[in-house]
């Protein structure tokens, strides 16, 4: 179980457009380097917001990956709302 | 003798130029007339290059590796390396020679930023410079605050470093601008990313417009993290305060815009 690995994997995906194009096209593969557990990789592959989220992955990193996966600003806020105040990040 | 010759705040929320046309056509016009204020000053300061104090949100610095604060040294900085913000890729001169001079003089106050050669601009940089230099033609250095991961620095140690920054501008032989960019309440990509705070960020711009430096290097952190995360950004506005210590802040509009998830504010030290 790793944060750290999918956050990483979400700031790679973020500057790699040659990884970008292979998650697309072979999900598994893509992340096959990366120190992820087969929850985490399903979360990633299948764009679970809730569960990233909850898993504590950062917000400035969670909406790069929604834009990459297609989830509109609505529907990003509409899959958090139940979340809201639940873990407000503390400095 | 170089010389400060502008200074000032602003925020930098990516709606400001990714989706600008959400906001109330009146909150938007508030916002963006007086960023022309504000770009009108910069350009009668005829300044020769813009120190721009602004976060990373993890485009070149992730958390294996995270400085408090990075002096960067590009001859050319590229940008904006977001895709969805509507503004084309472009290139903005850099001036390493005066940030290598901040860089020293850092060190030689006691203050020891990170560096680097190499780093891409994002909107935390150029939707600010969008606006107050939109053929981008000003360099810049950008001396790049990470905000987003605790632990950060402290608002006396930014106010510190501020003074820092200009003691290497007095040094230098150029007209200076500084900008701290980021702030007021936020929480991008937060469940409460649109529960803004009005009520810190009029505060805090009440402070600013007081010039009460000791209240505002005393706003506790418990505060900051109840406006959301992206208040953090506040430190940027308390380092360009610290760079322009002589001169007064006066704010110029608080907009808190819940289309861009930003209390929206900008101020001119003057």
Redesign the interface.
């Known amino acids: 179980m790793s944060l750290?690995g999918m956050?990483?994997f979400i700031?790679e995906i973020?500057?790699d457009k040659a990884l970008q194009q292979s998650f697309k096209s072979d999900a598994e593969g893509a992340m096959a380097t990366f120190a992820l557990s087969a929850e985490e990789k399903t979360a990633l592959r299948d764009g679970d917001l809730v569960g990233l989220?909850r898993r504590g992955v950062?917000?400035?990193?969670?909406?790069?990956y929604s834009?990459f996966m297609g989830i509109s600003r609505p529907n990003y806020?509409e899959q958090?709302?139940?979340?809201?105040?639940?873990?407000?990040?503390?400095? | 003798m170089g010389k400060l010759v502008f200074a000032g705040g602003m925020s930098h929320s990516p709606g400001i130029a990714a989706f600008s046309k959400a906001a109330s056509e009146s909150q938007r016009n508030n916002f963006f007339g007086a960023a022309r204020l504000l770009s009108e000053q910069l350009m009668q300061a005829k300044p020769d290059v813009l120190v721009v104090v602004a976060p990373d949100?993890?485009?070149n610095f992730?958390?294996?590796n995270m400085p408090a604060t990075c002096v960067t040294l590009n001859e050319v900085y590229p940008g904006p390396?977001e895709d969805?913000l509507g503004i084309a890729k472009l290139e903005i001169k850099g001036r390493p020679a005066l940030a290598r001079s901040i860089l020293a003089q850092a060190f030689a106050d006691g203050i020891e930023p990170a560096f680097s050669e190499d780093v891409a601009l994002e909107h935390g940089v150029i939707v600010a410079l969008q606006l107050l230099t939109p053929r981008f033609d000003l360099p810049i250095v950008w001396v790049m605050q990470n905000c987003?991961?605790?632990?950060?620095m402290s608002l006396p140690r930014c106010y510190a470093f501020g003074r820092s920054i200009r003691r290497a501008i007095d040094a230098s032989d150029l007209r200076v601008g500084v900008l701290g960019t980021g702030g007021l309440s936020h929480?991008?990509?937060?469940?409460?990313?649109?529960?803004l705070d009005p009520d810190f960020d009029r505060y805090f711009m009440s402070l600013l417009d007081k010039a009460a430096v000791d209240e505002i290097l005393a706003i506790p952190?418990?505060r900051?993290?109840?406006a959301g995360?992206g208040s953090?950004e506040i430190r940027q506005w308390v380092t360009a305060l610290g760079a322009a210590h002589d001169r007064k802040p006066r704010s110029l509009v608080y907009e808190p815009i819940v289309e861009w998830d930003t209390g929206c504010a900008i101020a001119v030290y003057e």
Do not use: C
């Not at chain 1, 950062?58 to 790069?64: C, E, G, Q, S, T």
């Not at chain 2, 987003?148 to 950060?152: E, L």
């Open positions: 750290f956050q990483k700031y973020k500057k989220y950062h917000p400035l990193l969670l909406a790069p834009r806020k958090l709302n139940p979340l809201r105040g639940t873990q407000r990040m503390k400095s | 949100h993890f485009s992730f958390i294996d390396v969805w987003q991961v605790p632990p950060m929480a991008p990509g937060a469940a409460e990313a649109d529960d952190n418990a900051l993290d109840a995360f953090w």
